[in-house]
Structures are given as C-alpha cells and as structure tokens.
C-alpha cells in the first residue's frame, strides 16, 4: 500500500510562486509514474503534470512554461514548482501514484 501526503498550498498573489510537494511511503514509488492532478469548484479533476520513474516529464497545455514537475526517489518526494501563478489555477492539487491518491492540497491564486 502506498500513502501520499501533499503540503506546500497556500494562499498567493497571481503572478507568484509556489512549491508543492507529495511525500510518498512505500517501496513502490520509485518505481511508478506520478502524476500531479487539480480539482476547481464545479470542474473535473484534471492531470497538470506527470514524471516517470525514468524522469520523463509532461505538462498540460495550460501549465507549460510555468510549471515544473520533479521527483527525488531517494525521499519518495515529488515537487511541483508553480511559477506566474494565475487566478484560474486555483484548485485542490492532488498527487496519484498507482491506485492511490493524496487528501490533497489547497492551492488558492488572488487576483
């Protein structure tokens, strides 16, 4: 079984800057792909951004060039390096691996 702990949201300025992190336990994890997804108010959840376990990385359209995806194996961590931060980018950031998924955490962006 696989437990994925996200922290790092907040509340931030649009234009800002935030780092999300996924603590994973678990031996499975260095070993599967992991995926960052969000969730607006009265939308679907969405997939933001993905590494596997090579490093290979992609983005949704809408977060390229502002977003970064990347992983430490030797912690079982995984980031999100959110950059220029925009109102529509507010949501709950959900980290999934496998068949599990975190609590999630609440990234809030001000106009």
Known sequence: ?????????????????LRLSCLAS????SINAVGWYRQAPGKLRE??????????????????????ISR????????LQMNSLKFEDTAVYYCHVGFYWGQGTQVTVSS
Do not use: H, P, W
Request: net charge positive.
């Open 1 to 17: 079984q696989v437990r994925l702990v996200e922290s790092g949201g907040g509340l931030v300025q649009a234009g800002g800057s």
């Open 26 to 29: 678990g031996s499975m994890f």
């Open 47 to 68: 997939l933001v951004a993905a590494t596997t376990s090579g490093g290979s990385t992609m983005y949704a359209d809408s977060v390229k060039g502002r977003f970064t």
């Open 72 to 79: 430490d194996n030797a912690k079982n961590t995984v980031y």
